[in-house]
C-alpha cells in the first residue's frame, strides 16, 4: 500500500494496530488546563489498562499496551497544541499505519462543558492541534471531542482553555474521564457508536425514585 493511499485514510487490512494521540501542552503549568484534557484522558487509560512506561520518542511520549485485544500506542505530543503534527504525523508514519487508524482525543470549545462526542473528518473548529495534525495528514482520522463549553467572546477562547479546570467542572470530568478509560476498548474495536453509549451510560444521572402511594387505610 502507498504512503499516498494511507493519507486517505485506507483501512489497514491487519486491523491490528492503533495510535491514540491525547492533546495538551508539556509542562507542570499547563497539566491541569482545559486545553490539556486529552493529556488528561491518556493518563487514566495508561495507568488503567496497564501500558508500557513512557518513552521520549517523536517529540513526545510514547506508551504501548492494549485495548480490546488490538496493538494500541498512546502518544502525548511534548511540542507544544500549535505543533502536534510534528509529532503524530511521524509516530503514524513510522508505524505504517493508515490515517484510519489514528484517534485524537482533545478538548472542545463548541461542545458544551461535560458532553462528549466521537466523528472522524471534518474542520478543526479553532483546535490548534487539530489544524496542525490535518495540515500534516490529512482531516479523516477520529476526534474524540471532550466539551469545556465556549467563554461566550472569541478573544476570550486563548484564556479559557488555558486555565484550569474549576473545582465544579473536576464533579463532572472525573467521572467523565473514568467513564472513557472504561469503554476505551470500544474504541479500539472502532465502534465509536458504542463508546459514546457507554460512556452516556456510566455518567447518567440516576433518576430518583418515585414515592410510593399511600395504602388506603
Known sequence: MSDERRSRGTKDPSGTHLLIAGLGNPGSQYAKNRHNAGFIVLDEIH???????????????????SLGGRKTYLLKPQTFMNLSGDCVGPALRFFKLPLG?????????????GKLKVKTGGGDAGQNGLRSITATLGPDYRRVRLGIGH????????GH????????????LKPLVMAMVEAAPLL???????????????TATPKPDKPKKKEDE
Open 188 to 202: 479500539a474495536k472502532d465502534d465509536n457508536t458504542g463508546f459514546m453509549s457507554k460512556v452516556a451510560l456510566l
Open 101 to 113: 487508524a489514528l484517534v485524537v482525543v482533545h478538548d472542545e470549545i463548541d461542545l458544551a462543558a
Open 151 to 158: 467563554p461566550g467572546e472569541k478573544d476570550q477562547v486563548s
Open 161 to 172: 482553555v488555558l486555565q484550569n479546570f474549576s473545582a465544579d467542572e473536576i464533579g463532572w
Open 47 to 65: 495507568a488503567a489498562h496497564r501500558f508500557g512506561p513512557w518513552k521520549g520518542k517523536f517529540d513526545g511520549l510514547l506508551s504501548e499496551g
